[in-house]
């Protein structure tokens, strides 16, 4: 007689989320010019604090708090072989595509939360503005401001 036993523990995820890139998907108009982006990221947190309400908006969670944003998403350019920020046309701020997501647990209890998220994001970020060669930086914070590991998307070619 054979008897085999097998059990599977309970995975312990930290609290602190964690994210990759799980997909970038580049989509064409109707000329076969590249239109849209469709960032894939992949989560997990352990406490499943990821996301805000509709009425977060008190400090920090209020426009200019640091935890306004709870998705910072970060754009280069690649130029002469060189990754760069590109800026807003007519001012000096880095072109960012930060996000505020939903709440992924709408208990109040303590559980984790794993998942992808899909980012939809213009080829062609302003007027007038088509790099060739682009890639994004990510980061997640939860509710209680911990900050994900920061992520980097590799190069992505652009047809305009």
Not at 10 to 18: K, L
Request: net charge positive; aromatic share 10%; proline share 5%.
């Amino acid at each position: 007689m054979l008897l085999s036993f097998g059990c599977k523990t309970d995975q312990v995820v930290s609290e602190i989320p964690e994210i990759s890139f799980e997909s970038v998907s580049v989509y064409k108009n109707m000329s076969g010019k590249d239109s849209i982006l469709v960032l894939s990221i992949k989560y997990k947190d352990g406490d499943g604090d990821l996301g805000l309400s509709v009425g977060d908006t008190f400090p920090p969670y209020n426009f200019g708090g640091e935890g306004f944003y709870n998705l910072l998403v970060g754009y280069k350019i690649k130029k002469n072989n060189i990754w760069q920020n590109i800026l807003v046309p007519g001012s000096s701020d880095t072109l960012q595509f930060n996000q505020r997501f939903q709440r992924l647990n709408l208990s109040e209890k303590k559980k984790m939360v794993s998942g992808n998220l899909d980012l939809r994001i213009p080829a062609s970020p302003y007027p007038g503005v088509f790099p060739d060669t682009i890639k994004f930086t990510g980061q997640m914070i939860d509710r209680k401001l911990h900050r994900s590991n920061l992520v980097e998307s590799s190069a992505i070619k652009l047809k305009h």
